[in-house]
């Protein structure tokens, strides 16, 4: 086993190609992107970036008949609280859509990490908890996120600056627990 490896090793490098990781990690494409919108609740127009979110994060489970669903149905602002299953208005509404989730709203880094590592990616707050976008990639030295707000790009940022961000806005992430779409098959670097 040990010889195979070092010939494929050395085949690689051979042919001055390296292998590396998906990037972004949760490469949505745009045409499953969903740009925020506005309702109008208690009197006043709101957007539903949270929900936007959410459906971005659904349609790249594979959860498309969900995702579409949601999109119909929940609209306006939410917000983490520290009662998320007693008092949170998104996990009665996860709850009562039978949508699996996790989340925090501690700021556990690592819950970030998990999100990306398993390529489900997650909704996170930023702007002192005014905004939810969706976490795309997480590594050493960058994060990246898509704006609900303008959805044709995806926004880098530098990890330790994202994560302050973050932890200063609620701390709070959530994801739908479904299975993410594959990665693609290898992705090629010439070195």
């Known amino acids: 086993m040990k010889r195979l490896v070092l010939v494929l090793a050395m085949w690689a490098a051979c042919l001055n190609v390296a292998l590396s990781q998906e990037v972004p990690t949760v490469n949505l494409p745009i045409e499953l992107r969903q740009a925020n919108w506005s309702a109008w609740v208690s009197g006043r127009e709101e957007g539903s970036c949270v929900h936007a979110t959410i459906v971005m994060a659904l349609?790249?489970?594979?959860?498309?008949?969900?995702?579409?669903?949601?999109?119909?149905?929940?609209?306006?602002?939410?917000?983490?609280?520290?009662?998320?299953?007693?008092?949170?208005?998104?996990?009665?509404?996860?709850?009562?859509?039978?949508?699996r989730y996790a989340y925090t709203v501690e700021g556990d880094v690592k819950f970030l990490e998990w999100a990306v590592a398993t390529r489900r990616g997650a909704g996170v707050?930023?702007?002192?908890?005014?905004?939810?976008?969706?976490?795309?990639?997480?590594?050493?030295?960058?994060?990246?996120?898509?704006?609900?707000?303008?959805?044709?790009?995806?926004?880098?940022?530098?990890?330790?600056?994202?994560?302050?961000?973050?932890?200063?806005?609620?701390?709070?992430?959530?994801?739908?627990?479904y299975t993410p779409t594959p990665p693609l098959p290898f992705v090629r670097k010439e070195t």
């Open 59 to 99: 349609r790249w489970q594979q959860e498309y008949q969900k995702a579409d669903a949601w999109r119909q149905q929940h609209s306006g602002g939410e917000y983490a609280d520290d009662t998320w299953n007693e008092g949170s208005n998104l996990a009665r509404k996860f709850d009562a859509e039978g949508i």
């Open 125 to 177: 707050t930023v702007m002192g908890g005014r905004h939810m976008v969706l976490l795309v990639h997480l590594d050493d030295e960058k994060a990246g996120l898509i704006d609900n707000n303008d959805i044709k790009t995806i926004i880098w940022v530098d990890r330790k600056r994202f994560i302050a961000e973050w932890q200063n806005s609620n701390g709070w992430a959530v994801t739908p627990i």
